[in-house]
């Protein structure tokens, strides 16, 4: 851990960034306190010329060494005084991140940038007319990007649009996120929404709470039809959405299917099987009868020991021999995840992984980096788990990236996380054509998704203003069942306001 102390202060929004950026090379980092000696101090210095010429200067003193960088960037404008906070931010986050790289001797790839959607912004500067060029250069002074990973972006990009060519105009619909909170075990970085389906079903949970989405999506439903609202994807997500049984999964797709509108014009259904031992042939009968071929195999690692380490109760076996019963079935669009940077695995149990996924060949292969989320138990209890450093990490990253592309796979979609192993990346691969249409549209932010179900969030995009805002369903299943009729109500109004409808 370091203690951060800036000199002079800045507002807290700054103090944030600064933070973010310096925690991208020591863990823990802390803004200094008044009774905090500090490991860490920095002297910003900057100034605003009469034509728009910011200039920025950090001294960054470290264990009796002085660390320097200058930074200077010219705009055309002067900008509304929104923008020039922003620029202001930007530069300062530059010199920042130079003096700490003149220090630790680590070059970071992604630069300045501490957000989760790198591609979003590329997106803007195509859509304000720049050339890929002109973005190029762009991400290299203002943020400071490594020509690899922009030439990443520019590739993902290029994909998504060929997949959804109008991107920029699916804003007019809406996508569907329907979470099923149960799992049989939660595993030990995850975060999300996952409780035990065995104890929950025991208290009678699993029902009620399967009582109270089927009456979100018949509401729901109805709401899209009397607003002649379309839909271009649907995602059942969680938790793993095939913990509950066959006939509960057919219910629900039938009630889907009533109830939705222009089914038939929906262009993508997915529906995550993560855990492989909740997959079964009654399960995948489901599924194709109701035309639902795209779903999700996780192996997350194919080492046992790390799969018990991690508190996935399945073996490696099992994801194989899933695989091969989902693609028997007919599944033909089959998603697995790998997750560079687990407990006690290196570069060759990374390779091991890969191995083994070359003899299914997956239609799309999602590579993540670890992340330390605060409610893990993985971060609560770090000295449990060995996790690879940033070498390894990177190493295992750049092999991710080497295989994917000798095996004909595109990188399609890109997200990055707080706390992230090596300040890396999560990346979708697919093979031509077989892009997740939900992952483009909620990763880019493209359009509002309506989130129904428990921990299920609702993202309202304002395509006039560029707003966006988020409803949350409750998380746990408990609190769920007792409010979901008031959050949908809810709901229903925050979307009304958006789409300008009155009531009836």
Request: include cysteine.
């Amino acid at each position: 851990m370091k203690v951060l102390k800036i000199n002079p202060a800045y507002p807290q929004d700054f103090m944030r960034v600064f933070h973010d950026i310096t925690n991208l090379f020591f863990e823990d980092t802390k803004i200094a306190k008044k009774e905090m000696v500090p490991d860490l101090e920095v002297h910003f210095t900057h100034s605003i010329s009469d034509d728009h010429l910011i200039k920025t200067e950090a001294e960054l003193h470290a264990e009796d060494e002085i660390y320097r960088s200058h930074y200077e960037q010219q705009y055309a404008n002067e900008g509304t005084e929104r923008e020039q906070k922003i620029r202001l931010k930007r530069a300062l986050s530059h010199v920042l991140l130079d003096t700490l790289e003149q220090m630790t001797e680590i070059k970071q790839q992604w630069g300045i940038l501490t957000g989760i959607r790198p591609t979003k912004l590329y997106h803007k500067f195509r859509k304000a007319g720049l050339s890929d060029e002109e973005i190029h250069q762009k991400l290299v002074s203002e943020f400071s990007l490594s020509d690899e990973k922009i030439d990443m972006l520019k590739k993902i990009v290029q994909t998504q649009l060929k997949t959804i060519p109008d991107l920029d105009q699916i804003h007019q619909e809406v996508s569907i996120y329907i979470g099923i909170p149960f799992c049989p075990t939660k595993c030990a970085y995850c975060t999300f929404p996952a409780y035990a389906i065995q104890s929950n079903r025991k208290q009678g949970r699993v029902a009620t709470f399967l009582d109270g989405l089927h009456y979100e999506i018949e509401e729901m439903g109805k709401w899209l039809k009397e607003n002649n609202i379309k839909i271009t994807s649907v995602y059942f997500g969680g938790g793993t959405p095939t913990s509950i049984e066959a006939d509960e999964m057919d219910a629900l797709y039938k009630t889907m299917f009533d109830s939705f509108p222009h089914m038939e014009a929906v262009r993508e259904i997915t529906v995550e099987a993560g855990r492989p031992d909740t997959i079964t042939e009654e399960k995948l009968e489901v599924l194709k009868k109701w035309g639902i071929d795209r779903i999700s195999v996780n192996p997350q690692s194919y080492t046992d020991e790390t799969l018990k380490a991690i508190g996935r109760h399945h073996s490696v076996q099992e994801t194989i021999d899933k695989f091969w019963m989902a693609r028997k079935s007919g599944m033909n669009n089959i998603n697995m995840d790998l997750i560079i940077g687990l407990p006690n695995e290196g570069l060759d149990e990374f390779e091991h992984s890969i191995e083994e996924t070359e003899k299914m060949m997956p239609e799309s292969l999602t590579v993540h980096t670890l992340s330390f989320k605060r409610a893990s138990e993985m971060t609560h209890n770090k000295e449990k788990y060995k996790v690879a450093d940033r070498k390894t990490a990177e190493a295992m990253m750049h092999r991710a990236h080497s295989w994917t592309e000798e095996h004909g796979y595109t990188p399609y979609y890109l997200y990055r996380q707080k706390n992230i192993l090596g300040n890396l990346e999560n990346v979708g691969y697919s093979l031509p054509g077989e892009e997740s249409i939900y992952n483009i549209a909620i990763m880019e932010e493209a359009q509002t998704i309506i989130g129904l179900g428990c921990g299920a969030s609702t993202k309202l995009v304002n395509n006039a203003t560029g707003k966006i805002n988020q409803y949350h369903n409750p998380k746990e299943p408990a609190q769920y069942i007792l409010t979901y009729q008031d959050a949908f109500d809810k709901k229903i109004d925050a979307l009304n306001e958006l789409y300008d409808i009155v009531k009836k």
